[in-house]
């Protein structure tokens, strides 16, 4: 299954082991949900997990960024003329409907109503088990 996965989730799960957003990360490194990511995307989450309030090491984020990378999808969507409060989310949008992703965020207020926009609390409910 594909996912876009919004920095947020990313920085709760660096915080917080065990929480939805680590299981969802976890899912992530194992290979069982295919990232999908662009240039704008990789260079947002580096920027952020590197800021000095965080206090994550580099080894840390960029093992982390560097999995994403070696399991994930690369693409280059086209641009979509949907309104957003903060041009900053249009990105993790943009990639998701290319990619036919679940887009998995903190911030559901931030983004355009849409089922393939999910909490992390709401995709892992949906998520199959293993070996299911």
Not at 79 to 101: H, I, M, N, Q, T
Request: overall charge negative.
């Amino acid at each position: 299954m594909r996912v876009v996965v919004d920095t947020n989730i990313l920085v709760s799960a660096f915080w917080a082991a065990p929480s939805m957003p680590a299981e969802i990360l976890s899912l992530v490194l194992s290979g069982e949900l295919v990232p999908c990511y662009d240039d704008r995307i990789m260079t947002e989450y580096r920027e952020v997990l590197m800021r000095p309030k965080f206090n994550f090491t580099a080894r840390e984020v960029f093992g982390v960024l560097g999995q994403i990378e070696a399991v994930g999808l690369f693409v280059s969507p086209p641009p979509l003329s949907v309104p957003f409060a903060d041009e900053d989310d249009r990105k993790f949008y943009e990639v998701a409907k290319y990619c036919g992703a679940v887009l998995i965020t903190g911030n559901l207020r931030h983004f355009p109503e849409d089922e393939m926009v999910q909490s992390a609390s709401a995709f892992l409910l949906k998520f199959p088990p293993l070996g299911a």
